[in-house]
């Protein structure tokens, strides 16, 4: 019997070689080191060895950065985030070993693409920024060590905790904003609902935007700070709302229905007027059953690296999150304004966009005219737009097959230019890669008796179907 | 007699001359030190021992592994674990002991956590480390096409020629004893076949493919050279293998029975006689050991240019030490059988004819093909032509089909076919039964036309069989 274990996270860490030099105080360099219970002696002897592979690798390049090392058991991979700010993260590759140990484990190292991992390092940072800007200010010339280890530690030993480690792939790297394709009539009202917000509060609230569960409807975020923000809404704190009222985006789930209606805050009229603040500050949380995130703040660059307190206010699948810089103070006047806005404009357009929703659903599995299934993804770096069928649950793709998809997007960076790849793997799937203007568009289907002419022309059609608006030409 | 083939091939020369070796060495070689602290030590200092050499240079301007011309390299490194210096492409070993030592002690840091390390990437650069018992290679290259599995392989290569003249069982009995051995002693003068391999899987499509190259001749024409050969060495014991070389292309090839060589076997045979010019004036005897074939000992390699007008070599390859007569009898016998008949002006002639050019098909859009017969392990690689005529120009087509290959041949995710549209070509990889077929076309061609190209290639490479590849497996 075989085994399969999937890749998991080694160790993660972040040090500064210039902290430290003199001999016996190499556990200064070290900012902080996962896993926690790891002994000083084993902590210092894998940073040292960090830092000689670095000074080696210099031997025979001065301008390039080390990136990954691979060995049989592990892919390790290095970010110089800041000058002399390493960070450093060990994955364990997949293995498989028999369970009555006669034959020899076997490591499946190609399964951890460095591409992949790497850009997953330095979201890691990207994170960290969108919380605390830098290890460093450039500003500041001498470090306060005590602080900087403390802000790093806080933040990385739960960011670790949501990190996903096993079967990370392209969809990864791409970092994309799914949008939610929507009819003319709906996106003005979107627009317009998100204008007037705009108009009446442009005073206090310089960022916004709308969400419709997952999905980005509208936003006036810069794109540098949209794709941290949006993942951070995503994975973190919308997270727990995503995943509730699974069976329907329109209806509210009963059982905080009834809390609600037995509760002491204020009275709802019906299901549809289920609204309500998932981060305020405390005083305002007039829902004793519902608990509220403290609001978090935030750094964008865009708003020249000041903070932001980011209020999210939902009605149904309905995300709005406003985004009030931090010199402002949050008022129970203020908050009231608010809320008495968004409750009263918002609930109507909050239920069009469900059934948007609802629709889209629906129109998931895409099969061609002459029967056979297909997956995709496509993004655009651009806008850092996204539509991706490959983890729909009946796509039945195999890890060989996501990577395969990573092989071919690397190769066409490698390579110059590369304007379209189509492969046939050895179990038949067919993968077709296509590049253009900065935009990136795959298909997936397992086809044993087709030719590549055919595959071809099946492509052509799902592409003008699926992108129907998308200028695309290879 | 087949049965005794593997002992027989046993080294006692070798083993001489070892004793000898280790005799002068005996005061000169350090005895191994307790090698665990050593390297405890090192790992400690890894990041001083750097920063006093580092500085150094500044000092001396002369350093060459600082220069600009130096980080510009392709470097290759042989080491023993022990941080002795091998083997360095460029430069002189001896300047390089502190980089040497530092590449030792990464090796163990990494081997003492019970893993190996494979690979270091910069952005543009790969760094990669094979260690083979007690030698470690190390590769450095900026090629940007040139993937982890071509560098490992090279450095395969590169342990597989040093095992060429050395054999396993002398290396691995040398550093039994003396872990602090410098074997450089042991292969000093062979450097120069080194070199030769490292430009040889840079720039011949026969390392990437996997294949050697057949010289094309009519099947009668070849089955003449045969004849020629297996009568004239009929009544020889412990004759493994008669080769022909015209250049680095196969003429014939004859194997004992159960025995049969691979391409990377080959590739060192067809070093070795390239490297040596000696061959062309004088018949030589040299022992030689085919890894591939078998690590553990030598074989004699009888090798001799034909004749003045008929610029082939010939290598016969025994597991006999006291055959050197034998066999250049036999080959006097093989050259008069050959002279009677007029198998060397053809052979002249498929030697001075300019090579298969992919234009000649007339295959609209086709640049360059090759095809490979996968059971043979031969191949087909046409002259180069428009617009593959610089240097520049060959090489970056060298690396897109050596990419090409790896993408097809990958151990993890296989392909069968592989359609790509780059900018200045686009390309058609297929791998089936038999046979693998690699074309470069223009940019802009369709799928039809690339398909039809394949049809068309393949009928024709049908029709050329006899001629270009060496079919039956001719036997003693």
Redesign the interface.
């Known amino acids: 019997m075989q085994e399969r274990v999937d890749a998991s996270l080694n160790n993660f860490y972040i040090f500064n070689?210039t902290f430290g030099t003199t001999?016996g105080e190499e556990e200064n360099k070290i900012l902080f080191f996962h896993p926690p219970d790891s002994d000083t002696n084993n902590q210092i002897?894998t940073v040292?060895?960090s830092?000689?592979?670095i000074?080696?690798?210099r031997?025979?390049?001065?301008q390039?950065?080390?990136?990954?090392?691979?060995?049989?058991?592990?892919r390790q991979y290095f970010y110089q985030a800041q000058p002399n700010y390493w960070m450093v993260m060990t994955v364990n590759v997949p293995y498989t070993k028999s369970k009555n140990g006669l034959k020899e484990t076997v490591y499946?190292?190609?399964?951890v693409q460095?591409d992949v991992y790497h850009s997953i390092l330095k979201q890691a940072y990207e994170m960290y920024q969108l919380f605390y800007d830098s290890f460093q200010p450039p500003s500041e010339i001498q470090v306060d060590l005590v602080l900087l280890k403390e802000k790093i530690s806080q933040f990385y030993s739960k960011y670790l905790q949501i990190l996903k480690i096993s079967n990370c792939d392209i969809v990864d790297v791409f970092q994309g904003i799914q949008f939610l394709p929507l009819d003319k009539k709906t996106y003005l009202h979107a627009q317009s609902f998100m204008n007037q917000f705009q108009c009446i509060f442009h005073d206090q609230v310089v960022f916004s935007a709308l969400l419709v569960k997952e999905h980005l409807v509208w936003s006036n975020i810069e794109l540098t700070d949209l794709r941290t923000i949006y993942r951070y809404l995503i994975t973190t704190l919308l997270s727990s709302h995503l995943t509730e009222n699974q069976n329907g985006a329109g209806t509210v789930d009963n059982s905080n229905l009834s809390e609600m209606k037995s509760g002491n805050g204020i009275s709802y009229l019906n299901e549809a007027d289920y609204s309500r603040f998932i981060t305020c500050p405390s005083f305002y949380s007039n829902i004793d059953s519902e608990p509220v995130t403290q609001v978090p703040r935030l750094i964008l660059r865009s708003g020249d690296r000041s903070i932001f307190q980011l209020l999210v206010y939902k009605v149904m699948s309905s995300f709005v999150c406003l985004f009030v810089p931090d010199a402002y103070e949050l008022t129970l006047e203020f908050m009231r304004s608010i809320e008495s806005f968004l409750r009263s404009k918002l609930i109507a357009l909050a239920s069009e966009l469900s059934m948007h929703l609802e629709k889209k659903r629906f129109t998931k599995g895409i099969v061609s005219s002459v029967g056979h299934t297909f997956s995709y993804v496509y993004f655009n770096r651009l806008n850092l737009a996204q539509k991706n069928t490959l983890r729909d649950h009946q796509a039945h793709l195999t890890a060989?097959v996501l990577?395969?998809l990573a092989?071919i997007s690397f190769?066409s960076k490698?390579?110059?230019?590369?304007?379209?790849?189509?492969?046939?793997?050895?179990d038949?799937f067919w993968i077709i890669g296509q590049f253009c203007n900065e935009r990136e568009f795959y298909v997936v289907t397992q086809q044993k008796n087709s030719?590549?002419?055919e595959i071809?022309d099946e492509m052509k059609i799902i592409r003008d179907k699926q992108l129907k608006s998308i200028y695309f030409h290879? | 007699m087949e049965e005794t083939a593997g002992e027989r091939c046993e080294p006692e020369i070798a083993q001489e001359k070892v004793e000898v070796l280790e005799k002068k060495n005996e005061e000169t070689v350090e005895l191994p030190s307790s090698n665990d602290s050593a390297i405890d030590h090192e790992i400690n200092n890894l990041t001083d021992e750097l920063g006093p050499n580092l500085n150094l240079a500044e000092h001396e301007e002369e350093i060459y592994w600082q220069t600009a011309e130096w980080k510009s390299k392709k470097h290759v490194f042989v080491l023993s674990s022990a941080g002795k210096p091998i083997y360095s492409r460029h430069g002189n070993e001896d300047d390089l002991v502190a980089l040497f030592g530092v590449m030792q002690a990464i090796v163990s840091v990494v081997l003492d956590s019970d893993d190996e390390l494979q690979s270091i990437h910069t952005s543009n650069t790969h760094f990669t480390f094979l260690r083979k018992g007690n030698i470690y290679l190390v590769s450095v290259s900026s090629i940007p096409l040139e993937t982890a599995p071509i560098t490992k392989l090279q450095l395969t290569y590169v342990y597989n020629q040093i095992l060429s003249i050395l054999t396993l069982t002398q290396l691995t009995r040398i550093f039994d004893q003396y872990n602090n051995f410098d074997l450089r002693r042991l292969l000093s003068g062979s450097e120069r076949l080194i070199n030769n391999l490292v430009d040889f899987t840079e720039t011949d499509p026969a390392f990437f493919f996997n294949a050697v190259e057949c010289l094309p001749l009519a099947s009668s024409a070849r089955d003449v050279v045969i004849q020629a050969i297996t009568s004239s060495c009929q009544k020889i014991k412990n004759l493994l293998f008669a080769i022909l070389l015209a250049g680095n292309q196969l003429v014939v090839l004859i194997r004992m029975k159960k025995y049969n060589l691979l391409p990377s076997d080959l590739h060192l045979i067809l070093n070795l006689v390239s490297s040596s010019q000696s061959f062309r004036t004088a018949e030589g005897w040299t022992p030689i050991c085919l890894p591939d074939f078998d690590a553990s000992g030598y074989m004699q390699a009888h090798v001799s240019y034909l004749t003045e007008e008929c610029q082939t070599c010939l290598l016969l390859l025994t597991i006999d030490r006291e055959l050197f007569f034998t066999l250049s009898e036999a080959k006097q016998k093989i050259v008069e059988k050959l002279q009677k008949s007029n198998v060397f002006e053809q052979i002249n002639e498929s030697i001075q004819k300019p090579k298969i050019l992919a234009s000649e098909f007339g295959i609209s859009r086709l640049r360059h093909f090759v095809y490979k017969n996968k059971n043979t392990n031969q191949f087909v690689y046409p002259k180069y032509e428009v617009p593959y005529l610089l240097p520049e120009s060959q090489n970056s087509l060298l690396h897109l089909y050596s990419q090409l290959y790896q993408q097809v041949n990958s151990s993890q995710r296989p392909l069968k076919v592989i359609f790509q549209q780059l900018k200045t070509e686009a390309v058609l990889g297929w791998d089936t039964k038999g046979f693998e077929l690699y074309l470069i076309f223009e940019p802009f061609v369709t799928k039809s036309e690339a398909i039809n190209a394949v049809n068309k290639l393949l009928k024709c490479m049908k029709k050329e069989e006899d001629r270009l590849f060496i079919s039956n497996s001719a036997t003693f």
């Open positions: 070689p001999e002897k040292g060895l830092e000689a592979i000074k080696f690798t031997n025979f390049v001065s390039e950065e080390c990136k990954s090392v691979h060995t049989l058991k592990t499946h190292g190609e399964n460095d060989e990577s395969m092989d190769d490698k390579k110059d230019s590369v304007g379209e790849t189509i492969v046939k793997t050895y038949d030719t590549l002419i071809s290879v």
